[in-house]
């Protein structure tokens, strides 16, 4: 295999090297051991300090280490919220001293602000690193009747944009990349072409535990071509057994419900079950629409209507079966997903002038896969393969056209005319899905680590039309092979105020496509290679008690994907010499927080560069042809600021916002000069921002507990085409958009009942996004939620 | 809501402060200025009639038409036409446009996602977007005015949809409304799975004249008949779902090319004159055609093909005749593809500079290529040419540049005018002053 050039092996070898004789003639000592409970349950992000001066963080499985300490005593005391604290001393020579604490239950340490604190205790461990990343902590929105989308466009440079209500297709911008120049992981796992009933809309927000949110340089882990960032979705916490649920109901016939329940024994054996169900009509009011008449299409009136072709349903099941805690695994496990979704559409993604009635399509995602992570002293390994398989369902069979007013028209009996496409169609397009991943970290010292990783991703797709007998998409299945390896050298200095990595990415990409050409009939077979190799480093630097300078680069790729070396079969060409997009990217970012008393300060700023060449984009061949090609460069740059200001325990304030200027750097299209050269990319948002207020009014040590959440969003007007051309009035603006959202929870018995009511957009204000399509008006959600064997 | 904007009107002035120092920041390193906005027609100009046209950008992402004006010639003759903070912006996409008469431009949607028809009239001086649309389906591709230009016929031809009729519209010029539409054929052949592609449309006092392709009817865009030329003749008003008669020749292939609305020709005397061309690059797949490309006609009153004429293009000019507009006096400005062997299939809409403009004198039968004008492509006439004062104005897309060109009919010879920042212009045409009644 050709994965890494003969270079980066003589590199590795060397490092390896390095790290054996380091090992050998070290003249020091370490400690290790582990922190658990009462009953034997390891304690995770319990401190152990050591000379009361340094201090390490317990892992998942409450171990924790010290390493290349000279020959003397030292005084250990260990540290954990909820727990009394605990002092040991040992003695160290040339050797591994193992000493063990079991801390004793404190219940009158523990409330809610201050496991918040621990959380963020990790969090700040992440932060360190010079890599630009934004962590979305679930608990702190667990009472509001939101999706991931609906909370991770919170926060600062990213922007959802979405084209209705629940289950609407939806653009995630980060720093102004889009689509698929962003990766989403489950759990580590690539979610590409996971199907649409398991997407971010998907998710409520109950059933996972955090979102990690990786800005234009993305660690080797992740192992993905994503040119313009990642999104992390962690959903598993095998610390205990637990089981709750959410329940929410509100306007438009939505509801939604989640249930997530685990089951661990002494024996380390544990089960895990969670599911969700999502449904809404999504039959918000559209304000002034356009009637036309269905016979003859001609203008009627103006009218303002509820939806009536728009209801989404989804759900999912997630099992996991597996051990714990054992010799040969920390975690070994199996797990199933399935997922099914139901989507009608209203109106075309563009505009809101045609209607539908009828047209719908369905999801389907089967997922079976195995899990296995094992720490040993100095080598982390974590592995896991996945076999699914992922089909899609379009239903366009009807006879009939619809308009806004609800009406129908039968066009023939015997027309062949769908109500989407100019032929009835039923059409199934099947993934057949193979991934592996294995990520592993040697921890050579305290002071260095190298990290590996491997992804291999296989797909299968084949097509089929029940009706429409032309329609040969996919008839002859198709492969693509996608191979991925990261390499990482992490270093962190002596006093802990410098930490750099440096990073290496190979892609190498083949397919196998056989089509037959809609031009001539003729079957082509094409087998299409691309080889690359992505670089970056990060690095930050603490100049001073908790502030934090942090800078970061990757020269990133994405591979072509699929649909754009395949074409569509139809009018889509194929197109075997297409390149990867390629992309520098930069973070130059200071980050700061600061406490005093009650009050916690967190303040960071990041301005961001992205020069980005190769995009691919659709152009015409010629006829009804289109091909996509390598045409757009496109340059953003930015800045975006966050403030997260805990005034005492009773009132806190989050603000971000982002100024962001996204520009065509293409100089000729189809060898003609460019007049938008240097012009802004228009349709994208430049200026946003977001705040949050919580208000816990009173005393927060009670057992039952209040609280507000104030949430508003603000997004400056952008027009819809090019800036600077045509005359400003005539010009589609999307008008500036002021949205605020309510909550008042209520909690029973220390969180084990949550009782919400929210009003989202309060003021019923227009709300718009892509393409100026109305978002929902003003509405009313209820949420109960239950915490049980917590 | 006086409490939401008061709100808001604080939140913002925050987020501007928050974000000024970046703002400063920013622009300070980007060094290109705001363009200067809106259009300022000459108040005092006595002359109200203005040069309207559709310019089409040549950046796709989001593709955009723009109708912008000039006051006269002068303003086709020298500078640049562009649309930086003027004109009317369109919804988005290609959009053909079909002028009617000097009183007003229809623009019809060609993306599938605005599939709109919307109108352009000249109030005062200025041009303004006409009331609401009417909707349609399927792409429109060919279009026709009335000899009163009181009617636009438009035809809709479903693509890849096996047997699906076209339909012809009538649209009212004037109120912009589609008053009936037809289904029809034209022609099929179900046993062979052939349709008619119909590349053109004409109106001649009781006859609509229906020239076509012969396509798969799998939407391959397979052109499996090239080498006769086909034409169906309806009676009209009065269109019938099945035509009166369909003519044939076998001295030519198929007449028309793909998007184009220069196919056919009406001279003074009501002679009809068609093109037809059999180039690879201008879309006969998966063969070109074998026999010459040139021109037929039909004389006037009659409904067959003329037997004593054809002006065989290919031998007097070397090349395969692109596009056919006419001049008057019974001479045409016609695209000529130079080496019809170079290029891929469609080649000659989007990527091989191998045209060339002449003047044909279609009673003599001569061709004179015009000099002065560098080897161009997509030279087939999308939406007709403006011809005014013996000099007709053709967008001449080359390498690099396209610019607006000035023909002198009389004596051939050619001007190069306004540099053009885009990829076409549609539908040029004089716009006078409209009635109260085409007014918004």
Known sequence: ?790 | MKINSKFSDKIKTKALSVFLMAGILLSSCSGDDDAPVGSNPDPDSENKSRLVMQLFLNQSKPSQTYVISVDDIDGLMSGTLSAEGKGIEAPSGYRFGVPVGNSSLLSFGYTSSTLNCISYVNDGGEVVVSDKPFLYDDVFQRFTVSEDEKTVLAMEIPQGAGFLQREIYFVDAEDVRVTKKIKTDVWKDEVEGLVAMPTGLMIRGNHLFVPYQVHDAEGKWQTLRPNKAYMAVYSYPNIGETPLKIIEDDRTCNIGVNASMSTLIKTESDDIYTLSCGAKGAGFNPDPATKPSGILKIKNGETDFDANYFFNIEEKAQGKLFGLAYLGNNKALATIITNPEVGDLWSAYNTVFNQKLAIVDLVQETVSVIDGIPLFRSGYFATGLFVEDGKAYPTIVAENEVAIYQIDIATGTATKGATVEGRDILGLMRMDEGTKKNKK
């Not at chain 1, 605990?86 to 050797?95: F, I």
């Not at chain 1, 008449?293 to 009627?300: I, Q, R, S, V, Y």
């Not at chain 1, 995009?615 to 496109?634: D, E």
């Not at chain 1, 209520?746 to 929210?758: A, F, P, Q």
Request: charged share 25%; net charge positive; aromatic share 12%.
């Open chain 1, 1 to 790: 295999m050709s994965l890494f050039r003969k270079s980066y092996i003589i590199i590795f070898l060397f490092i390896l090297s390095n790290v054996y004789i380091t090992d050998c003639f070290s003249q020091s000592g370490s400690i290790s051991g582990r922190v658990s409970d009462q009953k034997g349950e390891p304690i995770e992000y319990a401190s152990i300090v050591i000379n009361k001066s340094k201090g390490v963080i317990t892992d998942s499985l409450g171990y924790f280490s010290f390493n290349d300490l000279e020959k003397g005593t030292y005084y250990l005391e260990a540290k954990h919220l909820g727990h009394k604290s605990l002092q040991k001393t040992v003695d160290v020579s040339n050797d591994t001293k193992t000493i063990n604490f079991v801390l004793v239950e404190d219940l009158s340490t523990l409330d809610e602000v201050i496991v918040r604190s621990l959380v963020e205790t990790e969090e700040r461990k992440v932060k360190k690193t010079g890599y630009k990343i934004d962590i979305v902590k679930a608990d702190i929105y667990k009472a509001q009747p939101f999706s991931l989308t609906d909370v991770i466009r919170k926060t600062p440079g990213i922007l959802v944009r979405e084209s209705g209500g629940m289950g609407s297709s939806f653009e995630l911008y980060v720093n102004g990349l889009s689509g698929n120049k962003i990766r989403y992981f489950l759990d580590g796992i690539p979610m590409e072409n996971f199907g649409s009933s398991l997407t971010l809309n998907n998710f409520p927000i109950n059933l996972i535990k955090k979102m990690e949110v990786y800005k234009g340089v993305v660690p080797v882990e992740l192992g993905s071509d994503a040119l313009g960032g990642a999104i992390n979705i962690s959903t598993i916490d095998l610390k205990k057994s637990f089981l709750n649920g959410s329940v929410s109901m509100g306007s438009f016939g939505t509801k939604r419900a989640s249930l997530n329940g685990q089951y661990i024994n002494k024996k380390g054996l544990f089960a895990t079950a969670s599911g969700f169900y999502n449904h809404s009509d999504n039959n918000y009011r559209m304000d002034d629409v356009n009637v036309y008449e269905l016979d003859l299409g001609n203008f009627e009136e103006t009218i303002s209507t509820r939806r009536f072709h728009d209801s989404y349903r989804s759900y999912m099941f997630n099992g996991k079966a597996g051990v714990k805690g054992k010799k040969y695994a920390d975690v070994l496990y199996v797990a199933y997903t399935g997922s099914k979704n139901k989507k009608e559409y209203q109106h075309p993604e563009t505009n809101v002038e045609t209607v539908y009635g009828d047209f719908h399509s369905k999801g389907e995602t089967n997922l079976f896969s195995l899990h296995y992570k094992k720490k040993w002293r100095k080598l982390d390994l974590k592995g896991n393969i996945l076999k699914g398989r992922v089909k899609r369902t379009i239903i366009d069979t009807s006879s009939l056209r619809y308009n806004w007013a609800a009406e129908s028209f039968l066009r023939s009996s015997d027309s062949p005319e769908g109500e989407v496409y100019n032929r009835k169609r039923f059409f199934i397009i099947t993934d057949d899905i193979i991934r592996s991943t294995v990520t592993s970290s040697y921890h050579i010292n305290k002071k260095n680590s190298i990290n590996l990783s491997f992804v291999q991703n296989h797909l299968k797709r084949k097509g089929k039309d029940r009706v429409d007998e032309f329609n040969n998409t996919f008839q002859t299945p198709n492969y693509v092979n996608k191979i991925y390896g990261g390499v990482s050298y992490d270093h962190k200095s002596q006093n802990d105020k410098l930490r750099a990595s440096v990073f290496v990415k190979r892609f190498v990409y083949n397919a196998k496509i056989e089509i037959q050409e809609q031009q001539n009939g003729r079957l082509t077979s094409t087998e299409p290679k691309i080889n690359k190799t992505g670089y970056g480093g990060t690095l930050s630097y603490k100049v001073a008690k908790s502030t934090f300078l942090k800078t970061s680069f990757e020269k990133a790729y994405r591979l072509p994907n699929d649909y754009e070396i395949l074409g569509d079969g139809a009018f889509i060409t194929y197109n075997p010499d297409l390149e990867s997009e390629n992309s520098n990217n930069i973070n130059f970012g200071a980050l700061y927080t600061t406490r005093f008393k009650d009050m916690r300060l967190k303040a960071e700023a990041n301005l961001f560069l992205r020069f980005s060449e190769n995009f691919i984009q659709l152009g015409a061949v010629g006829g009804p042809y289109s091909r996509y090609n390598n045409i757009n460069n496109v340059r953003s740059q930015g800045v975006e600021a966050s403030l997260n200001f805990k005034i005492n325990p009773h009132f806190s304030v989050d603000l971000n916002g982002t100024y962001q200027r996204i520009i065509e750097r293409t100089k000729t299209v189809n060898d003609l000069p460019n007049e938008n050269y240097n012009n802004e990319v228009p349709n994208i948002p430049y200026l946003f921002a977001n705040s949050r207020l919580t208000v816990h009014p009173f005393d927060a040590q009670k057992k039952n507990k209040l609280s507000i959440y104030f949430d508003s969003r603000y997004v400056k007007d952008f027009f819809l085409s090019w800036k600077g051309l045509g005359d400003v009035s005539t010009k589609n603006v999307i008008p500036k958009q002021f949205v605020n959202d309510i909550t008042l929870a209520y909690s029973i018995k220390k969180d084990t009942y949550n009782v919400s009511l929210s009003c989202l957009n309060i003021f019923d204000t227009e709300a718009y996004d892509n393409f100026r399509i109305q978002k929902p008006g003003r509405s009313f959600f209820v949420k109960l939620i239950f915490n049980v064997l917590n």
